[in-house]
């Protein structure tokens, strides 16, 4: 999964996108809200961390015409401000949840991820197709139970394709999903992942459609002997 984060305080921004990376999503990063509504404009974003006191472009605003534009991405927005009409304006704006400052970043993590599964149509963490289970909370993939180990590339696949399930994805979407901006982009290695993540599940959950992409889905079971 694909996530921006708009924020001024480098510190800040550097400590949310560190957390975000080490819970498997790929990250880019804004510094101000002209670039900030820029990226969001134009990139296919999962979700958006988004400051509201941004300089060049307050975080209202960039909101504001994402919204108009028919961006669709969940927003999550961070304010030092704690007055019931400020997270009002940010709601009214389009903001899907808000974080106020200061904050555990814990509690970041566990709204994202909530944002993502409404927008999956997921009510818990865990993810299930056939024997294949992914706890997004904890970064685990099993199946039947047992621990399957995979690099981070395999996992954000996986986690896209799971968010997807049952549905057609191209091989260029999986690679805007996967990887962050400044990434060599080649949908040719979707292919090389696709290979070593189904030989590591060792189910066939992931169907290749021919000419339009990938689908997760449980495996077919076979018909009962009369």
Request: one cysteine or more; hydrophobic letters at 40%.
């Given at each position: 999964?694909r996530l921006?984060v708009?924020?001024d ?5 550097r400590q ?6 080490d819970a498997g999503?790929?990250v880019?990063r804004?510094f ?9 404009d134009s990139?296919?974003?999962?979700a ?6 941004l ?6 605003s960039v909101l ?7 961006r669709t991405?969940?927003v999550?927005i961070?304010t030092?401000?704690?007055r019931?009409?400020?997270k009002v304006q940010g709601?009214?704006?389009?903001a899907?949840?808000?974080?106020a ?16 599964r409404r927008v999956?149509?997921?009510?818990t963490?865990d ?5 294949v289970r992914l ?5 685990r ?11 981070s ?11 997807q399930?049952g549905?057609v994805?191209?091989?260029t979407?999986?690679v805007?999903h ?8 080649d949908?040719?290695?979707i292919?090389?992942f696709?290979?070593?993540l189904?030989?590591?599940?060792g189910v ?7 000419g339009l992409g990938y689908?997760?889905q449980?495996?077919t ?6």
């Amino acid at each position: 999964m694909r996530l921006l984060v708009v924020e001024d305080d480098p510190d800040l921004n550097r400590q949310i996108t560190t957390a975000l990376t080490d819970a498997g999503y790929v990250v880019d990063r804004a510094f101000d809200g002209e670039e900030g509504y820029y990226l969001g404009d134009s990139e296919p974003y999962d979700a958006v961390v988004l400051d509201i006191g941004l300089p060049k472009m307050d975080g209202i605003s960039v909101l504001e015409q994402w919204r108009r534009s028919g961006r669709t991405m969940p927003v999550l927005i961070l304010t030092a401000r704690d007055r019931w009409s400020d997270k009002v304006q940010g709601f009214d704006a389009g903001a899907d949840d808000y974080v106020a400052k200061p904050f555990h970043m814990e509690e970041v993590l566990a709204r994202l991820r909530a944002l993502l599964r409404r927008v999956a149509g997921q009510a818990t963490n865990d993810f299930n197709c056939g024997p294949v289970r992914l706890d997004a909370r904890a970064g685990r993939v099993t199946v039947d139970g047992n621990p399957v180990k995979l690099t981070s590339h395999e996992y954000r696949l996986l986690a896209y394709l799971m968010h997807q399930q049952g549905k057609v994805v191209s091989r260029t979407e999986l690679v805007e999903h996967i990887y962050d901006q400044d990434f060599d982009r080649d949908s040719n290695t979707i292919e090389v992942f696709i290979g070593r993540l189904r030989k590591k599940l060792g189910v066939e959950v992931i169907q290749t459609v021919r000419g339009l992409g990938y689908i997760l889905q449980p495996p077919t079971q076979p018909a009962a002997s009369p």
